[in-house]
């Protein structure tokens, strides 16, 4: 049974960095490309950043690039997402997720249940 699970959100202050990781479990991911994706209430799931199985492409939002970096060390089978210069607006449930194979741009087939991250003004 796969299981993805999320760690290190938190409330911080505009301005302020998190880590967050995601440990996979179940799964070969490091054959896999994972990924993380955000969702804020009422909002729709957006894609944040992804990265290949080697670590070689590497695919980030437009919205957070030059503030957040995804990096992974397959012998953990952990992915991180290095948020700096955090805003309000980056406020939302992080999720990861594994890729059906080696394609930052997916699909996504496996998915954690999220951390939490609220950045205040």
């Known amino acids: 049974q796969v299981q993805l699970v999320e760690s290190g959100g938190g409330l911080v202050q505009a301005g302020g960095s998190l880590r967050l990781s995601c440990v996979a479990s179940?799964?070969?991911?490091?054959?896999?490309?994972m990924g993380w994706f955000r969702q804020a209430p009422g909002k729709e799931r957006e894609f944040v950043a992804a990265?290949?199985?080697?670590?070689?492409?590497?695919f980030v939002a437009d919205s957070v690039k030059g503030r957040f970096a995804i990096t992974r060390d397959n012998a953990k089978n952990t992915i991180y997402l290095q948020m700096s210069s955090l805003k309000p607006e980056d406020t939302a449930t992080y999720l990861c997720?594994?890729?059906?194979?080696?394609?930052?741009?997916?699909?996504?087939?496996?998915w954690g249940l999220g951390t939490q991250v609220t950045v205040s003004s």
């Open positions: 990265v290949t199985k080697s670590g070689g492409d590497i």
């Open positions: 179940g799964l070969p991911s490091s054959t896999h490309a």
């Open positions: 997720a594994v890729a059906r194979g080696d394609y930052v741009l997916g699909p996504y087939d496996y």
